[in-house]
Nanobody, 119 residues
Framework: QVQLVESGGGSVQAGGSLRLSCAFSGNAVNRYYIGWFRQAPGKERERVATITNNYYADSVKGRFTISRDNTKNTLYLQMNNLKPEDTAMYYC????????????????WGQGTQVTVSS
């Protein structure tokens, strides 16, 4: 069992930055694959970044950076040069299976943190 709690969302103007955090806890948490997803209103959930294979969605490459600090059991998403199209609820997800994580079918999800970018 893994618990995930996101924080760091907010409202910013285009060009601004935010750093999202996902605190994870539970048994053997360092065995889990973990990553960031987002869902905008009326759109399907999409994978934003996962450490596995150093994956970034094309729309965020060069602007977002994912990192993980196992000493703090925290996953980060540094988001720079934010655009209005980045507006979404951001979720972290975890699974023992990398395949389930990258396909968006992970067993564990946080409650999400809202990011709103105004033009």
């Amino acid at each position: 069992q893994v618990q995930l709690v996101e924080s760091g969302g907010g409202s910013v103007q285009a060009g601004g930055s935010l750093r999202l955090s996902c605190a994870f806890s539970g048994n053997a948490v360092n065995r889990y694959y973990i990553g960031w997803f987002r869902q905008a209103p009326g759109k399907e959930r999409e994978r934003v970044a996962t450490i596995t294979n150093n994956y970034y969605a094309d729309s965020v490459k060069g602007r977002f950076t994912i990192s993980r600090d196992n000493t703090k059991n925290t996953l980060y998403l540094q988001m720079n040069n934010l655009k209005p199209e980045d507006t979404a609820m951001y979720y972290c997800a975890a699974d023992l299976s990398a395949a389930r994580l990258v396909t968006g079918t992970a067993n564990y999800w946080g409650q999400g943190t809202q990011v709103t970018v105004s033009s």
